[in-house]
């Protein structure tokens, strides 16, 4: 039981990931609905669902540790985009393919990251002040980023992408807080299903994003998998060591680490679908977002296990 309450969300995930590469033509579309139409409101339920989970004294973190806050936000925005360049152009992928590379590398933490760091016994306020600060930066920085990398590879409307980003994440995140402020706590039923709804709705764009591009899949799968898991273990280790070198504390190099680390799949899902490139940018949110929920529960078990020594 123990197993399935750590790893069910990780299941669950893996589990859409075949259902979708076995019986992709049931995910495309049902009569003449094509279920990518689902993705941006979905991604806007599951932001508004992290807006309710959040309120303004999260970014007080920015003033009461900003060290910590300008490292992980920096290495953030700066390792994750690179490091994915460097994959992208090394792996010798296909232009969209490289470029939805480059687009998981340049969107903000996932909010995974706080049940991570939980687990991981890191700073959780921390890093839900990182992921506060790193959504509401990305209407600027993950546009600039994909012109200047991924602008390489295929061309980026930097505009549109802006407010796509406002529209998907921004808005429905103001509209949480909002019902945060005025709600939160008069409605128990609605508070506790938005967790079950957002898992669920993660799945569900996981597996349309899987059926959508399950050819291309079926073809460099594999090579994405191992691209994804690199990507993935860089931005923990250079997340960490970032954190050491500026001489923190080891519950917040760990904290780094998982922000660093674990991307919002979710968001670079969305982008690619107004995109109109599900199924080519798309793919590698697909793998990646499935092959960091693994390593991310996967380290999070490690350092549970493994008592902090801050006097180190």
Not at 177 to 193: E, I
């Amino acid at each position: 039981m123990q197993f399935l309450k750590r790893y069910g969300f990780t299941l669950s995930i893996v589990l859409a990931v075949i259902i979708a590469m076995i019986w992709p033509q049931y995910f495309r579309a049902v009569g003449d609905y094509k279920l990518s139409n689902l993705i941006i409101p979905l991604l806007q339920i599951i932001m508004f669902g992290m807006g309710t989970e959040m309120s303004l004294s999260d970014f007080a973190g920015v003033i009461k540790t900003p060290k910590s806050v300008l490292i992980g936000v920096s290495a953030q925005f700066i390792i994750m985009p690179l490091v994915g360049f460097a994959i992208a152009t090394g792996f010798g992928f296909e232009p969209e393919v490289a470029a939805g590379i480059i687009l998981v590398g340049s969107v903000p933490c996932g909010v995974a990251s706080n049940v991570i760091s939980y687990l991981a016994k890191a700073n959780v306020a921390l890093s839900v002040t990182l992921t506060a600060v790193g959504t509401l930066l990305a209407p600027i920085i993950t546009p600039l980023w994909m012109k200047v990398l991924a602008g390489q590879f295929i061309e980026v409307d930097v505009m549109a992408m802006v407010i796509d980003i406002i529209k998907i994440v921004i808005v429905p995140i103001a509209a949480g807080l909002v019902f945060n402020a005025l709600l939160k706590g008069k409605l128990a039923w609605l508070d506790k299903a938005m967790p079950i709804v957002s898992m669920a709705g993660i799945a569900l764009i996981i597996v349309v994003i899987t059926a959508a591009g399950r050819d291309n899949l079926m073809k460099i799968g594999l090579l994405l998998i191992l691209a994804a898991f690199l990507h993935n273990t860089a931005g923990y280790l250079l997340g960490y060591w970032s954190g050491k070198l500026f001489g923190l504390k080891e519950r917040d190099c760990r904290t780094i680490a998982i922000e660093v680390g674990l991307q919002n799949a979710g968001l670079a899902s969305g982008l690619s679908n107004a995109m109109g490139k599900a199924s080519t940018i798309g793919l590698a949110s697909a793998v990646f977002g499935p092959v960091m929920n693994t390593t991310g529960s996967i380290l999070a078990s490690y350092w549970h296990r493994k008592p902090l020594d801050e006097k180190k």
